[in-house]
């Protein structure tokens, strides 16, 4: 059974800092694709960042050179580092894993980001 839990969120000054991250279970975080993303009131969940069982990062605009997706093997751990955040940084966020054998994908239950002006 996979599962994934998010942990780290809360409320954060703008121009702070903090450091989501997502214990997996059940499946091997370096073996698959996974990804972060996040759902504001009232708005569709969107894309933040992911990183490839290969290790290649991407990210949305928005948070390019504020975050950086990374994971800990040996932890089956993936991370979110959040600097310099922003009130519109406010959100649910959420991570995902997409299996490179069944291609099904398991997202976390979300954690709350909120950052104040």
């Known amino acids: 059974q996979v599962q994934l839990v998010e942990s780290g969120g809360g409320l954060v000054q703008a121009g702070g800092s903090l450091r989501l991250s997502c214990v997996s279970s059940g499946i091997i975080v370096s073996n698959n694709a996974m990804g972060w993303y996040r759902q504001a009131p009232g708005k569709q969940r969107e894309f933040v960042a992911c990183i490839s069982s290969g290790a290649s990062t991407n990210y949305a605009d928005s948070v390019k050179g504020r975050f950086t997706i990374s994971r800990d093997n040996a932890k089956n751990t993936l991370y979110l580092q959040m600097n310099s955040l922003k009130p519109e940084d406010t959100a649910v966020y959420y991570c995902?894993?997409?299996?490179?054998?069944?291609?099904?994908?398991?997202w976390g239950q979300g954690t709350q980001v909120t950052v104040s002006s």
């Open positions: 995902k894993i997409t299996s490179r054998s069944t291609l099904m994908q398991y």
